[in-house]
């Protein structure tokens, strides 16, 4: 069966800090990925999703960036976090034509 | 451009109530369509599912939702709620024919009254 791995669960990280968050995806290839970003009160944000290795597409230009450096595994990462990125970010993975498949999130504390 | 519409972002209503949480979606082409729940500081889990066929479809905890694709609505529905169905509700859609990408709604908090 397949599962997909998030972490790390929570992070508090100082403004001006790097962040990096990993997500892998287990008894699947080719998955596509996605990084959403859910602020408190609001829905899903997408950020970056993928069809392969190293293809990313970014919906909104923002401070962050994606990376998919193997086939089941998409990494989100900064080089300087702002306050305006707290938030609770999710992984998510689907197959072509069926539903997509959420980890658990990170929820990230910038201070 | 797909966009996802939840008109409801609060719905409270007491136990063992019926309950209505809306959806409307605007697409050009062919859409599949998602329901999915959301428990505090947890991923998102798919409740039901729309590709084709029969435009009502059922989870196996009670919920229901129902395609109408001429007033391009996915209304999720169930007759007796329970405490354990308070939570986050999210609508999605996706292109059926090319799409990768997953649009989801602003989400309605449905809570529960004893």
């Known amino acids: 069966s397949q599962t997909i791995h998030q972490w790390p669960a929570t992070l508090v990280q100082p403004v001006g800090s790097p962040l990096s968050l990993e997500c892998t995806v287990e008894g699947t290839s080719n998955p596509n990925l996605y990084w959403y970003r859910q602020a408190a009160g609001r829905g899903l944000q997408l950020l970056f999703y993928s069809v392969g290795i190293g293809q990313i597409s970014s919906e909104v230009p923002q401070n962050l960036s994606a990376s998919r450096p193997q086939d089941r595994q998409f990494i989100l990462s900064s080089k300087k976090l702002l306050l305006s990125d707290s938030g609770f970010y999710l992984c998510?993975?689907?197959?072509?034509?069926?539903?997509?498949?959420f980890g658990q999130g990170t929820r990230l504390t910038v201070v | 451009a797909q966009s996802v519409t939840q008109l409801d972002s609060q719905v409270p209503v007491f136990e063992e109530a019926p309950v209505e949480l809306r959806c409307n979606y605007s697409?050009?082409?062919?859409?599949?369509l998602f329901w999915y729940v959301q428990y505090p500081n947890q991923g998102l889990q798919l409740l039901l599912k729309?590709?084709?066929?029969?435009?009502l479809v059922e989870s196996i905890n009670g919920f229901e939702a129902e395609f109408n694709k001429s007033q391009t609505s996915f209304h999720l529905r169930k007759p007796s709620v329970h405490i354990s169905d308070t939570a986050e509700y999210f609508c999605?859609?996706?292109?059926?024919?090319?799409?990768?990408?997953?649009?989801f709604g602003t989400g309605t908090s449905l809570t529960v009254i004893p």
């Open positions: 729309y590709l084709s066929g029969s435009t």
């Open positions: 998510a993975w689907s197959s072509y034509g069926l539903e997509a498949f």
């Open positions: 999605a859609v996706r292109k059926s024919n090319t799409g990768n990408q997953f649009y």
């Open positions: 697409s050009s082409v062919s859409v599949y």
